[in-house]
């Protein structure tokens, strides 16, 4: 039995005859695609398909250095490997130089420039083996391949992409207006081949030119051709307090560009969003009110300048009870629960006990139930005193005076 157009046989041990129609083989070292051929006593076969050798590594040496460097690759399958990319960029790939094919189980390629940290893709003319280790990439020379967004507010995050940034030092990022030529320092988080710079608050609205300076070194935006950073007046949210509340609470929001705010939104479930009541006390500050129908979701800010939806969190709408009626009876009441938000509501559970005695809350049976109104009946074994009702985010006591409007206790009579 052999493999490929090179022919290279299988050897004993490397084949199991599974039955009269089926046999598995492990493909040999250096074996070409091309056929399978298979010779017995009656004769000899060839497959009418061909086999794809695809090429993989089991490693390579060194996993570190800076461009230029020469690395060794081993695996197998390597023998007509027709290009090494290393990572790009933005998702791209870059071809490694002088590649050298050394045999079917190990290659030398060169490092080529404008690459970042990455795994690498060998390819050959039947498919690419892309590598699970991380090639890091040292010494790069500074440089910006590009950012995104191409605008937003002051207070965002703009995610400069480019090589060399582990020497950026603070102060080493700066926004310079392209028409007064002011210089504004942004403050910047380092991850790998990318810096993640807030713009400063003190920027107004404008075009700017992003710079980075590392060792002496400076490069900039204008390198990209004339794209240029535009800092807008559009509302961003950063933040708000508190996390939860009541149908009507009051909640402030954390902010840039909010006191020319003209509508505040709260999530309404699927696509709908309801609008607020609110006041703008400051650019970076609005207190608003969650109005009737808001459910669990993202908070959503306009001005004149467009929209921003916040969904780094949700604001956790809680139900309110405003009445429960009757107050008193036994077992298999009805019970009506009046308030806001009560379709959020899971179970309603009674003071009470089980049969051997010990304390628990029994399920009540919920015939009916909407976003004002619970309709259910006592069960069994329940006990004077508070209701608790549970929702997803949580639960709370009809006795409490938060988040439940309503102190008032049942009274299960005989």
């Known amino acids: ?71 060794t690759f081993t695996g197998t399958g390597l023998t007509n490997v027709t290009s090494v990319q290393f990572t790009g960029p933005l998702g791209t790939r870059a071809n490694g130089t002088n590649l050298v094919l050394l045999s079917d189980t190990s290659l030398t390629v060169n490092v080529p420039g404008g690459v970042i940290d990455g795994n690498v893709r060998i390819n050959n003319a039947n498919g690419s083996w892309t590598t699970t280790g991380i090639f890091d990439v040292t010494n790069a020379p500074l440089g910006i391949s590009d950012f995104s967004p191409k605008s937003g507010p002051v207070g965002s995050t703009v995610t400069i992409f480019g090589v060399g940034f582990s020497d950026v030092q603070p102060g080493g990022v700066i926004l310079r207006n392209t028409v007064t030529s002011t210089d504004y320092s942004a403050t910047f988080r380092f991850f790998s081949n990318q810096l993640r710079v807030t713009v400063p608050t003190s920027a107004p609205a404008g075009t700017y030119q992003l710079r980075v300076t590392a060792g002496g070194v400076t490069v900039t935006s204008a390198t990209l051709g004339t794209t240029v950073f535009t800092v807008n007046q559009v509302p961003l949210v950063t933040g708000f307090t508190p996390a939860s509340g009541a149908i009507g609470a009051r909640i402030t929001l954390i902010g840039s560009n909010l006191r020319n705010a003209t509508k505040v939104e709260f999530f309404g479930g699927g696509t709908t969003w309801i609008n607020a009541s609110f006041t703008a006390s400051s650019s970076t500050a609005l207190s608003t009110f969650v109005p009737i129908g808001a459910k669990t979701g993202g908070i959503r800010v306009t001005n004149g300048f467009g929209t921003f939806t916040f969904l780094d969190q949700e604001f956790v709408v809680v139900p309110t009870i405003t009445s429960i009626a009757p107050l008193t009876g036994p077992v298999g009441t009805t019970v009506t629960i009046t308030g806001r938000s009560l379709d959020l509501v899971r179970s309603v559970r009674f003071q009470g006990t089980t049969s051997a005695g010990s304390t628990e809350r029994p399920r009540a049976t919920i015939v009916s139930q909407s976003a004002t109104q619970i309709v259910l009946t006592v069960p069994a074994r329940a006990l004077d005193g508070s209701l608790r009702l549970w929702y997803p985010t949580g639960s709370a006591l009809t006795s409490a005076t938060t988040p439940l409007d309503s102190t008032q206790l049942f009274d299960v009579t005989p």
């Open 1 to 71: 039995m052999s493999v490929g157009t090179n022919n290279v046989p299988v050897t004993v041990g490397n084949y199991n005859v599974v039955s009269d129609t089926l046999m598995e083989i492990t493909v040999p070292l250096g074996a070409l695609s091309g056929p399978v051929t298979i010779t017995t006593t009656s004769g000899t076969a060839v497959s009418t398909e061909l086999l794809k050798i695809l090429p993989r590594t089991t490693g390579f040496s060194p996993a570190t250095g800076p461009v230029g460097t020469t690395v």
